[in-house]
């Protein structure tokens, strides 16, 4: 059975993760469906976010990374799927998670929502909770797939942590010039 992941994803979390790992293992097919949503600003393009999806997936075979616009419950059908893949993790995530599966309900009979619970050590943790961290600084390498941190880090380069590597922002700590004075006097001459 194929099974659609849908949401914004951004960026992907370690709890995002968590909950395609398991559908991986109760679905034949995953895909995993970013979002395009013209009412928000991500801080990634769905491009950037598919691509940091398929880099944190490479383990998984059975998963496919797509986007879509407009209806959940219109591309699921357009897929085929029989199931829409959703995770909870706090009660307020199911009031709205519910009102979704419910109104999905009435708009496909065949399509049906699964919810997976959050793992425990993922409960509190969101796309944005990694956002506000990275924007004052802090670290947020324990919280998303390692593929993503650097991007993350990178949007943020301004509030950086100190621990944080930084090849390719800092190429003259990375490749420090070599040659010694002598040796450039004498390139000059
Ligand atoms: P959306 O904008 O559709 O909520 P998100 O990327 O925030 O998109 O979330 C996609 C899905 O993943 C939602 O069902 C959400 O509840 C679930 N989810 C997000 N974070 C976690 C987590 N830490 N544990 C389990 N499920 C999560």
Redesign the pocket.
Known sequence: MLAI??????P?????L??IERGCRLFEQVVVAV?R?PNKTPLFTVAERMEQIRRSTTHLSNIEVDSFDGLTVTYAKMRRAKAL?????VTS?FEM?LQMAHTNKTLSEEIETV?????TE???????LVKEIAKFGGPIDHLVPPPVAPDIYRCYAKTLPVSVPTPDLMPTLEHPKTESLPEMLRDLE
């Open positions: 992941y849908p949401g914004s994803f951004d992907i979390t370690l709890g995002h968590d909950v979002l949503n893949l959703r995770g909870l993790r995530d998670e919810f997976l619970a959050t793992s993922y409960s509190f943790l969101s796309s944005s």
